[in-house]
């Protein structure tokens, strides 16, 4: 593929930058309706809290704790790039915090990447064939490095996606995802 990631990752925050507010509302609730047919009974679920312009896991971290899913979410480390994990038993304790990320700082219930059965992953792009592209400071791929088998689901809005990805030996292929449109890659 000609284009490096930069150029990859510059086109698909203009994509993403697109949407109206409205048009990141109904497709992060279609997503997240999408996304509830995937979650198996009684799964522990990491999700990541979005920022403005992702897509809002907030109807999905509500259906997950009404169903009495126990909810990861990452804190993000930056002095070491790493993430710290916490359970989430209520919105309400979400701040903005590194990157404007809500986070549960200051109310953190400690969590252990052991314990995670399914993520779910924020993606600037992805590929048909399970590439995923994030925001690239490589936070979920060390994370994911250290728990290989943690069935891993990422989600993104349709204009998200490219024809192919150029993938590092370092970069982890999605098990599934999930678009408005619906699971549009799903590994065998």
């Known amino acids: 593929m000609s284009e490096g990631k930069k150029e990859i990752?510059?086109?698909?925050?203009?994509?993403?930058?697109?949407?109206?507010?409205?048009?990141?509302?109904?497709k992060s609730r279609a997503i997240c309706?999408?996304?509830?047919?995937l979650i198996l009974p009684g799964e522990t679920v990491m999700v990541y809290t979005s920022k403005e312009k992702e897509v809002?896991?907030?109807p999905l971290i509500t259906m997950l704790l009404s169903y009495r899913h126990p909810?990861?979410?990452?804190?993000?480390?930056?002095?070491?790039?790493?993430?710290?994990?916490?359970?989430?038993?209520?919105?309400m304790v979400l701040v903005p915090s590194t990157f404007g990320v809500p986070e549960p700082i200051g109310n953190e219930i400690p969590a252990d990447g052991a314990d995670v059965d399914t993520i779910i992953l924020p993606m600037l792009g992805f590929d048909r064939k399970g590439g995923r592209i994030g925001y690239g400071a490589g936070y979920y791929d060390r994370f994911l490095a250290q728990y290989p088998d943690i069935r891993k689901i990422g989600i993104a809005f349709g204009c998200q996606e490219v024809d192919s990805l150029p993938l590092d030996p370092h970069d982890v292929v999605m098990d599934a995802i999930v678009t408005e449109e619906g699971v549009v890659y799903r590994r065998v």
Do not use: A, G
């Not at 990752?9 to 509302?25: G, S």
């Not at 309706?33 to 047919?37: A, F, K, R």
């Not at 909810?71 to 919105?91: A, G, H, K």
């Open 33 to 37: 309706s999408h996304l509830m047919e």
């Open 56 to 58: 809002n896991t907030v």
């Open 9 to 26: 990752r510059d086109k698909l925050r203009h994509k993403k930058e697109m949407l109206t507010p409205d048009e990141r509302f109904e």
């Open 71 to 91: 909810v990861i979410v990452p804190i993000i480390q930056s002095e070491d790039v790493s993430l710290r994990l916490s359970y989430l038993e209520n919105m």
